[in-house]
Nanobody, 123 residues
Framework: QVQLVDSGGGLVQAGGSLRLSCAAS????????MGWFRQAPGKERELIAA????????YYADSVKGRFTVSRDNAKNTVYLQMNSLKPEDTAVYYC????????????????WGQGTQVTVSS
């Protein structure tokens, strides 16, 4: 079993930055690919960034590429999402998720989910 706790969301003006954190406990953190998803009101949940267990492979959705950076610290059992140049359309609930395999994460077949943290970007 893995427990994920998301934090770091808040209200920020357009152009600003936030850093989300996801702290994991339970099984060996480095065994899991980690992802950040978001869901805006009335929209489907989308995968916006992902990182492999070792950190050597990353993925970004086109909508955030060049603005967001995913990283992980396996010694601290934590994954981060640095969000820069935020836009109002980035407003959503952000969730971290863990999957035992990269292909499962990319297929939205995650094994564990955080509780979500709200990010609101004002114009």
């Amino acid at each position: 079993q893995v427990q994920l706790v998301d934090s770091g969301g808040g209200l920020v003006q357009a152009g600003g930055s936030l850093r989300l954190s996801c702290a994991a406990s339970g099984r060996t953190f480095s065994n899991f690919a980690m992802g950040w998803f978001r869901q805006a009101p009335g929209k489907e949940r989308e995968l916006i960034a992902a990182i492999s267990g070792s950190g050597s492979t990353t993925y970004y959705a086109d909508s955030v590429k060049g603005r967001f950076t995913v990283s992980r610290d396996n010694a601290k059992n934590t994954v981060y999402l640095q969000m820069n140049s935020l836009k109002p359309e980035d407003t959503a609930v952000y969730y971290c998720a863990a999957a035992v395999a990269w292909v499962r994460l990319r297929s939205y077949l995650c094994d564990y989910w955080g509780q979500g943290t709200q990010v609101t970007v004002s114009s």
